[in-house]
T-cell receptor, first 113, second 114 residues
């Protein structure tokens, strides 16, 4: 099926550093979503993007919907230990909208205090 | 508190047995989804339902079955035909695709086949 390319696959950073991750698709999306998953739990929605070029913040998190509609990035500023987890991007297609999402493979973030 | 519940949290089954995973939501959402998650991989769609009494296969439906008799409930049965059923299973819901594509997830059920 359709794949999203999410990178990097994993990151190990020092507390206080900024983090950046991104997703790219070969198809045009009308929605980009970013989720965080703690170990053994379900993903939690962080940010939803619906418009090309849109830049949205949620506390220390900022995400952007790429102008081409084929990519999105997530930035985390001044990382803290509780930022540890797996971050997933997800997108849905422009046409034939069934609410289905395509997920990236995740970015595993580890923060060293 | 509105939300999605999945039970049980951990489930063990012997090879050759069918098992049903529960998913209930009190968010009044129309659409519900089942995903499978394996280590190091993203979420893969098993089945989804956009309305009561209707559901569609996702990308990896073989060996699974679902029902949607009530708006609040979307149980998933892992049958003995599923070759590699050990995984983390996640249920999600959505208000309805015409209202936006944000999906909200339950806490998951970890299934282990012994």
């Amino acid at each position: 099926g359709q794949q999203l390319n999410q990178s990097p696959q994993s990151m190990f950073i020092q507390e206080g550093e900024d983090v950046s991750m991104n997703c790219t698709s070969s198809s045009i999306f009308n929605t980009w979503l970013w989720y965080k998953q703690d170990p053994g739990e379900g993903p939690v929605l962080l940010i939803a993007l619906y418009k090309a070029g849109e830049l949205t913040s949620n506390g220390r998190l900022t995400a952007q919907f790429g102008i081409t509609r084929k990519d999105s990035f997530l930035n985390i500023s001044a990382s803290i230990p509780s930022d540890v987890g797996i971050y997933f991007c997800a997108g849905s297609f422009l046409s034939g909208n069934t609410g289905k999402l395509i997920f990236g493979q995740g970015t595993t973030l580890q923060v060293k205090p | 508190d509105g939300g999605i519940t999945q039970s049980p949290k951990y489930l063990f089954r012997k090879e050759g047995q069918n098992v049903t995973l529960s998913c209930e939501q009190n968010l009044n959402h129309d659409a519900m989804y089942w995903y499978r998650q394996d280590p190091g991989q993203g979420l893969r769609l098993i089945y989804y339902s956009q309305i009561v009494n209707d559901f569609q296969k996702g990308d990896i439906a073989e060996g699974y079955s679902v029902s949607r008799e009530k708006k609040e409930s979307f149980p998933l049965t892992v049958t003995s035909a599923q070759k590699n059923p050990t995984a983390f299973y996640l249920c999600a819901s959505n208000r309805g695709s015409y209202l936006g594509n944000e999906q909200f997830f339950g806490p998951g059920t970890r299934l282990t086949v012994l």
